[in-house]
């Protein structure tokens, strides 16, 4: 009787084993990169006098999302690499490999009558980090240093929008006829990652990323000034809001 409880106990745990074993893993590509306390409500950066303190509480509030999601951007690529070193080498994609990389190309809007080594080449311009710096004055710049209403409501930091009723905020001043809301975000991480996949994929911002593969292909560092002269077109503002974008990372650069 004890023997047959013991043989039942080993077989459970080896089962378990099989289970954890087998058990289907996260893609790495389809996992948005999550910080801690993301879902908590944002901070109330009105309640400090000193402008320091504010930028200083605003900039660490932010920073550890920026930083998760520029780690994903590196994390893919390599994946990436290695998909198409695999592919050169004249080795197939397991069936796994294959719906990673269909995703990516969906997601990144990779135009599907390319062939395999220019959708690689599109993915690789597309699936880049984002300057810290960069990100960190323009959601200052969009929010208000976090005190807009969408900041504080949605977590929407970067005057994203969305095109779809009841997805965010409708503006108070919007155009008649218009259908666009102010996007509305379920927690920082969500946010961020619909942000920074917007500058890396959105035809408006080709230029940013033609500054960004150029710097990459001449072995420079990719710098906040540098790719902030593709956002042109961010704001009806054109160039002055590069210039204000510029001037707040040269002012801001010792509390980032």
Not at 3 to 32: M, N, Y
Not at 64 to 91: C, I, M, S, T
Request: aromatic fraction near 10%; include cysteine.
């Amino acid at each position: 009787m004890h023997k047959s409880k013991a043989l039942l106990g080993a077989v459970l745990v080896i089962l378990i084993g099989l289970l954890i074993w087998f058990r289907p893993q996260p893609s790495l590509v389809e996992t948005i990169p999550a910080v801690e306390h993301a879902d908590d409500p944002v901070p109330d950066f009105k309640q400090y006098e000193d402008v320091r303190d504010k930028k200083q509480a605003f900039f660490e509030y932010l920073k550890p999302a920026v930083v998760a999601q520029n780690d994903y951007f590196r994390e893919v690529r390599q994946f990436l690499k290695e998909l198409q070193a695999k592919v050169d080498g004249g080795n197939g994609l397991s069936s796994d490999e294959q719906e990673q990389l269909n995703w990516l190309i969906d997601e990144y809007r990779v135009e599907t009558d390319q062939d395999l080594d220019a959708a690689f080449t599109t993915l690789l311009r597309r699936v880049d980090i984002i300057p810290v710096e960069l990100v960190l004055v323009q959601s200052a710049n969009e929010s208000a240093w976090g005190t807009s209403r969408f900041a504080v409501e949605g977590y929407n930091f970067f005057g994203m929008w969305c095109f779809v009723e009841d997805c965010g905020f409708v503006p108070k001043r919007r155009n008649e006829g218009a259908i666009h809301e102010v996007a509305k975000y379920d927690d920082l991480s969500a946010a961020m990652y619909s942000y920074m996949r917007n500058l890396n994929r959105h035809p408006a911002y080709k230029e940013l990323r033609a500054i960004r593969a150029e710097l990459r292909a001449s072995n420079k560092p990719i710098t906040a000034m540098k790719l902030a002269e593709g956002l042109v077109q961010y704001s009806e503002r054109g160039e002055e809001y590069i210039e204000e974008l510029q001037q707040m990372i040269r002012v801001n650069r010792e509390l980032i």
